[in-house]
T-cell receptor, first 112, second 114 residues
């Protein structure tokens, strides 16, 4: 079963706009990670946030984590056409033997 | 630096045929994983290994076998392919248990079973 569930499933925005996607999960976690997948390619790690952290930044990416609501969000600021991809959250939890469990992903289309 | 390399990239099988997918990593990682990706399902863990000579079942292990005879290689085998195994398969590796670190993925192997 999927631990993380992304919302929305698909997102279409104009270049320069911000893109926000959310991830909800069901059980306690040790960390939450976000990955990007370009069409036909493998997944690439973007950012990891630990359960005792609330916010992390990496370039144009901002990730928040609310463990009380069991949710995380990924914000991409000033989006570019090259940001067009699918984005996945993945949770690491002791209950899962510290293996990552992936959600179904959010497909983001950035129109030039 | 190749990272994680998967072969073959594409394969078409008939029901009942067998095949092996090879994953090789050059990062000296202890942990290696095989996932399958189906539309709308995200990635599901098939089998994984925490070191040379070890293997363990993941979420969807039925119909697959694996071996980790060398630290750098992780093989995924299908003994008798079924149409339900049509999918894109991804290998990944990590220097730490995934509860602590990131995964490095290969480019995927697209398998079609007719």
């Amino acid at each position: 079963s999927q631990q993380g569930e992304e919302d929305p499933q698909a997102l279409s925005i104009q270049e320069g706009e911000n893109a926000t996607m959310n991830c909800s999960y069901k059980t306690s976690i040790n960390n939450l990670q976000w990955y990007r997948q370009n069409s036909g390619r493998g997944l690439v790690h973007l950012i990891l946030i630990r359960s005792n952290e609330r916010e992390k930044h990496s370039g144009r990416l901002r990730v928040t984590l609310d463990t009380s609501k069991k949710s995380s969000s990924l914000l991409i600021t000033a989006s570019r056409a090259a940001d067009t991809a699918s984005y996945f959250c993945a949770t690491g939890a002791s209950a899962a033997g510290n293996k990552l469990t992936f959600g179904g992903g959010t497909r983001v289309l950035v129109k030039p | 630096n190749a990272g994680v390399t998967q072969t073959p990239k594409f394969r078409v099988l008939k029901t009942g045929q067998s095949m092996t997918l090879l994953c090789a990593q050059d990062m000296n990682h202890e942990y290696m994983y095989w996932y399958r990706q189906d539309p709308g399902m995200g990635l599901r863990l098939i089998h994984y290994s925490v070191g040379e000579g070890t293997t363990a079942k993941g979420e969807v292990p039925d119909g697959y076998n694996v071996s980790r005879l060398k630290k750098q290689n992780f093989l995924l085998g299908l003994e008798s392919a079924a149409p339900s195994q049509t999918s894109v398969y991804f290998c990944a590796s990590s220097s730490r248990a995934t509860g602590a670190g990131e995964l490095f993925f290969g480019e995927g192997s697209r398998l079609t079973v007719l």
